[in-house]
């Protein structure tokens, strides 16, 4: 599955986003010159191989356990082996700079719960960051994930940033849904469905009572301006609600 790339109608994200789905015993390989590229396990079994390393590595699912992703600068060869049937994302950019290649497990990317009694204690989510510019700051790009509590928001208070965002949407059930806000315009989110968000543009996310929603979100930095942490930018219209009692 296609998400992003440099020419389709998403250009404006500056990634080469795709998911796979692997059969046992299917072999992928990935290379791109001056171009960055991290796999994301989202499910399944896989041996990862990289220079002169190998780890095969497994996630049930990502709603119960925590990630594993390989993470390599431009140039440099990754080989994925489905030791089960699998699914892994993989996002790409373009980056000339050179960094160590490294394989970020469960235990480098902890969840942490965010909005916890704020916002009439509906805005409850756990969120990991498997790398950022603290964590790599040769990498042009953000990889990390959330899982939002039933019937709770996410990326709340309304904000924005400079830096282009796309989300990976999954629902813990098929009939899982929720609403992605970008700027202005609202869209449904369901199963592995997607949503890439322009820099400026305000994007809160919604998931329906009943269901969990995980979102796998990536960050593009701009030339001279990465994202970081600290760099949260909320609309004034809500920010009275960090003080009220509900």
Request: contains cysteine; aromatic residues 12%; hydrophobic residues 35%.
């Amino acid at each position: 599955m296609i998400l992003t790339t440099y020419d389709n109608e998403y250009k404006a994200m500056m990634m080469d986003i795709r998911v796979y789905s692997m059969k046992a015993g299917q072999i992928r390989t990935f290379k791109r010159d001056k171009e960055e590229t991290a796999v994301l396990l989202l499910s399944g079994k896989v041996t990862y191989t990289w220079e002169d390393e190998k780890a095969t590595v497994s996630r049930k699912d990502v709603f119960t356990e925590g990630p594993w992703a390989l993470h390599v600068s431009g140039s440099k060869e990754i080989t994925v082996t489905a030791e089960e049937d699998t699914e892994i994302l993989v996002q790409c950019t373009h980056n000339d700079k050179t960094f160590a290649s490294k394989l970020y497990s469960p235990d480098d990317a902890p969840w942490g719960y965010s909005s916890v009694g704020k916002f009439g204690n509906v805005a409850k989510r756990r969120v990991n960051t498997i790398f950022d510019h603290d964590i790599c700051p040769e990498s042009n790009m953000v990889l990390g994930e959330v899982l939002n509590d039933r019937g709770n928001w996410s990326g709340y208070l309304p904000h924005r940033h400079p830096q282009p965002e796309t989300y990976l949407f999954k629902f813990d059930r098929p009939e899982g849904f929720g609403a992605s806000f970008v700027g202005d315009q609202v869209f449904k989110s369901v199963d592995n469905s997607f949503s890439a968000i322009p820099g400026g543009e305000l994007h809160p996310q919604a998931v329906a009572p009943g269901f969990q929603m995980y979102t796998c979100w990536m960050i593009r930095h701009i030339d001279g301006n990465p994202w970081l942490q600290t760099d949260r930018c909320e609309d004034e219209r809500y920010v009275w609600m960090h003080d009220a009692q509900f």
